[in-house]
């Protein structure tokens, strides 16, 4: 007598792998945690920014028994609440906002907070790289340095810009307009100073072009508007190399 087989019963449910998993939809002015519905009667709450703020949520999140936590990179408005989670302990996860969305399954009455906690419940999204510590405050550091870099560049291009405007070729013949000799050169004119003899004589005795080949360069049409324009050049660019040097790291360039 043949017997059927029964076939294995399949469990297509899939398993949790953060059960303690909490979500915040960061915001600029309110943050939506979200918690898993049997933890609290109340598992979508909303939070302010400010500090004590921020810490009534880290501990609405113990009192849930969270371990875990997952956040979108919106902005920089993720920093505060992201620090402060790690500093009481909790694994946080900061995520790219596109990865959610790609999910599919979502149903229209979810909020963003709760559908990013039930990804990370079941290790559906992916963490972005945060460094840590001092590789964290020296990719700060980076960052500000070439921001400064490239403001200072910005100036320096504007005078440029204005020099060649009235035909004062003083970048062709010093090696660099905000050196020595450059800024004090481009100083004078905008003090008011026109005549070339007077403006070539503040060559710096370093300088490799001669005084008459700096007063050939800077026989051109001065005009007031292109002066004006670029009058807080040289200051900004000054400011902006100061900052630089204050800069953990930096060496003059």
Request: positive net charge.
């Amino acid at each position: 007598m043949n017997r059927k087989r029964s076939k294995p019963k399949i469990d297509r449910k899939m398993p949790m792998v953060h059960p303690n998993a909490a979500a915040i939809d960061v915001g600029a002015t309110m943050h939506m945690a979200a918690v898993r519905p049997d933890r609290t009667p109340e598992p979508v709450r909303s939070f302010g920014t400010f500090t004590t703020d921020l810490h009534r949520l880290v501990e609405w999140f113990k009192e849930c028994g969270v371990e875990t936590v997952v956040m979108e990179s919106t902005s920089v408005y993720w920093i505060p609440i992201f620090e402060l989670l790690d500093a009481h302990g909790f694994t946080v996860l900061l995520v790219n906002a596109r990865d959610a969305k790609h999910v599919p399954g979502r149903k229209t009455d979810v909020s963003d907070a709760q559908w990013l906690q039930r990804l990370h419940s079941y290790g559906l999204l992916r963490a972005s790289f945060r460094p840590k510590g001092q590789i964290s405050e020296l990719r700060a550091y980076m960052r500000q340095r070439e921001r400064l870099l490239e403001y200072a560049a910005s100036h320096i291009q504007h005078m440029q810009k204005a020099l060649i405007e009235m035909n004062l070729q003083l970048h062709h013949v010093v090696a660099d307009i905000t050196g020595a000799t450059g800024l004090r050169i481009i100083r004078t004119i905008l003090a008011g100073e026109r005549d070339p003899k007077v403006l070539a004589l503040l060559r710096d005795y370093r300088c490799h072009s001669s005084a008459e080949t700096i007063e050939k360069a800077l026989t051109g049409s001065y005009r007031a508007d292109c002066s004006h324009s670029s009058r807080h050049s040289p200051s900004t660019t000054l400011t902006m190399r100061r900052h630089l040097l204050a800069t953990p790291g930096s060496k003059p360039y």
